[in-house]
Nanobody
């Protein structure tokens, strides 16, 4: 079992930056790939970024490429999402998830409760 708690969301102006964190409980964190997903109001939840259990592989949604960076610190049981050059369309609830590496939501078994990111224009 893995429990995930996101933090770091908030209100930021367009062009600004935020760093999301996802703290995991359990001693098996390092064996899971981690992903970030987001859900905007009235829209389906979508993939943002994922990182393999070693941290050696990452994949991003087109909307995140060049602006977001996913990283992990297995010693701290934490995964991060550095978000730069934020746009109003990045406004969403951001979720972290633990599971198998990839962009499909079905690969992930454990989910956090989400953290709100709001980008003002």
């Amino acid at each position: 079992q893995v429990q995930l708690v996101e933090s770091g969301g908030g209100l930021v102006q367009a062009g600004g930056s935020l760093r999301l964190s996802c703290a995991a409980s359990g001693r098996t964190f390092s064996s899971y790939a981690m992903g970030w997903f987001r859900q905007a109001p009235g829209k389906e939840r979508e993939f943002v970024a994922a990182i393999s259990w070693t941290g050696g592989n990452t994949v991003y949604a087109d909307s995140a490429k060049g602006r977001f960076i996913i990283s992990r610190d297995n010693a701290k049981n934490t995964v991060y999402l550095q978000m730069n050059s934020l746009k109003p369309e990045d406004t969403a609830v951001y979720y972290c998830a633990a599971g198998l590496y990839g962009s499909r939501q079905s690969l992930y078994d454990y989910w956090g409760q989400g953290t709100q990111v709001t980008v003002s224009s």
